[in-house]
């Protein structure tokens, strides 16, 4: 399938599965995922190919089911069907190629643990098991947390740091993960104007390495500025493809212009019947 | 005599003693350690709903045993018992919790009611039973800590080090999951299974706490000293240490008293030394308590209050009014919106300060080191609003609030950031931009 090409619905899980019509290796490639919580389907039939080295925008609607497309990839919300492929494969095999920025008010920021140690945990996975954080790996934290202008912040207690530099230190433990394809979920929410130059700096700098950023966002406003790619989402996927090609008026009121009806009564009806 | 007492109590001199402090000071080791992961995950109270499931599962266990003619006051089996009914109970809470739409504090609630009520009822039946020697088991209820043998010290202080020895060397892993479960479980790590472990090992010290502290307070082994520690520090390997070590001094003091005064229940003791400590570390915690907070809000205030009046004396002087006490005064008041009390304790603070004097007709005077603040207070302010004007967007009426609210905790690193930022002001004061009085919604 030509990646330039939107992709909506079903139509196109009849091709074969993870590379564009050249041959190239999609970096994401899903067919078919539903997800449901107690029965109630958030997600619906979700096909997307992805093409390596974009930075991609999710948006949608609140309940569009964003951050559940996300969980979904990542394995952290059970899938009622379908396959999710990193790169030709089963995401669980691909883990360590994938880096994720979950939402700031995920986690509690009375937690006892400084901004560098926060950081430091995107390298976990690299030190292994057991054992400690040494000298080495302090300093790639300490090195990150520069990259998003907070160098002079590291021992500072995570609860003493604005909306906007704990978004930053975030995204520096994304960033130490050091993955091909990358996760954030809302990474713009609710941060000052500095914040949001350094994370679109960091977008740009991602690309440019040829890494793979998908990015759930909301403000429409900032699409055509922020991101190459474009996956608009309302419980499906309404149209996915190069922002230039996507963005449309008629997509935009395809996505927000109110759920499809037969769609909607159909997920009731689910709903009740448990 | 008394004092007799005391010292063989302190020193450990009775071979009984030796034994419960060394059972419960375990404990209070074990509790304190494994406590801190269970606080920050947030899980407390599944604790709570474990210890009192547990207690269905002595009742049978001494039912079981009974019936097949073994001894039923075997505490390893009561214990396995325990065990196992206390980790079915956490079973169906997260069972509750994970199928259904009830909320957990709902089905915690449910779990720990319904077991416990059974297990009174079995104990019900037990003592209706003839022959049967039941007396121990309502000791496993409220605790029986004198009652402990070296056995079961020996048993404690095992389990003790198992806590410590894997909260060490999962120290990271624990910590991972426990701060950011999704993250952990995207980077690849077994959350489900560390939270397994984490949770058997918090299951593990509640059962054998039981007999020591009992059903209903074994709680409190887990979760005030972690509690406690955290007044103490932001760092989580510091706040191990200190719970670990407040686990241990509640329980000595704890044990200490109740050998002394052997009509008070060990168990009840320890969790009301915990509670002393807790309160202790509450009020003068050097990180988190509450004598500091309020400390440093006092200082931010008074620092507020000095210098927002330095700044109206200083504009004041600027518009001219400085001359007469009436004008002054009025200045102040009208113009800059002060209330007779605020103004008061401000020029008190800022005439002890040395800031300023009052001049024989009774208008107040900026000293000159008075001056040299105010110059400074009032050239950040000002360099902090154009900063917000020129760089942030606000609007001019907003400007203000913002200015005022921010520029007391201005750092000298910001402040010359602000200048490098600005850099045409250079060290001069600039002029406001906007009116000052009630017009431009100053005060």
Not at chain 1, 46 to 71: E, H, M, Q, R, Y
Not at chain 1, 128 to 155: C, I, N, S, T
Not at chain 2, 45 to 55: G, Q, T
Not at chain 2, 129 to 140: E, I, V, Y
């Amino acid at each position: 399938m030509d990646a330039t090409a939107p992709v909506s619905g079903p139509i196109a899980s009849e091709q074969t599965p993870s590379s564009d019509a050249d041959g190239n290796r999609c970096a994401l490639h899903i067919r078919d995922l539903t997800v449901a919580y107690h029965r109630k389907p958030v997600l619906w039939d979700v096909d997307l190919d992805v093409p390596p080295s974009v930075v991609a925008g999710i948006v949608g609607p609140n309940g569009a089911g964003k951050s559940t497309l996300i969980k979904a990839v990542l394995d952290l919300v059970p899938h009622a069907s379908g396959t999710v492929e990193i790169f030709g494969k089963p995401y669980r095999k691909q883990r360590r190629l994938v880096g994720y920025v979950p939402q700031r008010e995920s986690v509690d920021w009375n937690y006892p643990i400084n901004a560098l140690e926060l950081v430091a945990m995107g390298l976990y996975r690299t030190i292994g098991w057991f054992r400690r954080v040494g000298p080495v790996y302090r300093r790639r934290a300490l090195e990150a947390l520069a990259d998003v202008g907070m160098a002079d912040l590291a021992r500072r207690q995570i609860s003493q740091l604005s909306g906007g530099q704990q978004q930053r230190i975030f995204l520096a433990r994304a960033l130490v993960q050091d993955a091909d394809v990358y996760f954030m979920d809302e990474p713009f929410s609710g941060v000052d104007a500095a914040t949001e130059k350094a994370i679109i700096a960091i977008l740009q700098r991602l690309r440019e390495a040829g890494k793979t950023v998908f990015v759930v966002h909301h403000d429409l406003e900032t699409v055509r500025e922020y991101f190459d790619y474009l996956i608009m989402l309302n419980m499906r996927v309404v149209s996915a493809g190069p922002v230039a090609d996507v963005f449309t008026p008629e997509n935009l009121r395809r996505t927000y212009g109110g759920r499809l009806t037969l769609l909607d009564r159909a997920v009731d009806a689910m709903g009740r019947s448990r | 005599m008394i004092a007799d007492r005391l010292m063989r109590v302190l020193t450990l001199a009775d071979y009984n003693t030796r034994v419960v402090m060394f059972g419960t000071v375990m404990l209070g080791i074990a509790g304190g350690v494994i406590g801190v992961f269970l606080l920050l995950r947030r899980r407390a109270l599944l604790a709570d709903a474990v210890s009192h499931a547990a207690l269905p599962g002595v009742a049978g266990a001494f039912l079981l045993i009974l019936a097949l003619g073994g001894n039923p006051r075997s505490l390893p089996l009561l214990m396995l018992g325990a065990l196992v009914s206390g980790l079915f109970g956490m079973g169906c809470v997260l069972f509750i919790t994970r199928f259904t739409r009830i909320s957990q504090d709902a089905a915690l609630g449910i779990v720990l009611s319904v077991f416990f009520g059974f297990g009174i009822a079995l104990l019900g039946i037990i003592q209706r039973t003839r022959g049967a020697p039941a007396a121990g088991l309502n000791s496993f209820i409220y605790g029986r800590t004198a009652s402990m043998i070296r056995a079961d010290a020996m048993l404690i202080g095992t389990a003790a080090l198992v806590v410590v020895v894997v909260s060490v060397v999962l120290f990271k892993e624990f910590r991972l999951f426990t701060f950011d479960p999704d993250f952990a479980a995207g980077d690849g790590w077994p959350v489900q299974r560390l939270d397994t472990l984490l949770m058997a090992l918090v299951v593990a010290v509640t059962v054998i706490g039981l007999q020591a502290v009992g059903i209903i307070l074994v709680i409190a082994i887990l979760v005030v000293p972690p509690a406690a520690a955290r007044f103490w520090t932001d760092r989580l390997d510091h706040m191990v240490l200190i719970s670990a070590g407040m686990g241990a001094i509640g329980a000595y003091l704890g044990t200490g008293i109740s050998a002394l005064a052997p009509r008070l229940p060990a168990g009840a003791v320890i969790v009301v030394a915990h509670g002393a400590v807790f309160v202790v570390s509450m009020l003068f915690g050097s990180t988190r308590g509450v004598l500091r907070d309020l400390f440093a809000h006092r200082t931010l205030a008074r620092r507020t209050v000095m210098q927002n009046l330095l700044r109206a004396l200083f504009e004041c002087e600027e518009a001219g009014r400085g001359g007469s006490v009436e004008s002054q005064w009025r200045y102040l008041t009208t113009a800059r919106g002060w209330i007779d009390r605020e103004l008061t304790r401000g020029l008190r603070l800022l005439l002890h300060d040395g800031s300023i004097y009052r001049l024989p007709a009774g208008a107040w005077q900026l000293t000159e080191l008075g001056r040299v603040r105010a110059a400074r207070v009032t050239r950040n302010h000002r360099l902090w609003e154009v900063y917000l004007l020129e760089h942030a967007e606000t609007a001019r009426a907003h400007v203000d609030r913002g200015a005022d609210y921010i520029e007391h905790v201005l750092g000298e690193e910001l402040v010359a950031e602000l200048e490098a930022a600005l850099p045409r002001f250079g060290k001069v004061v600039p002029a406001s931009v906007h009116v000052i009085g009630p017009a431009g919604g100053s005060a």
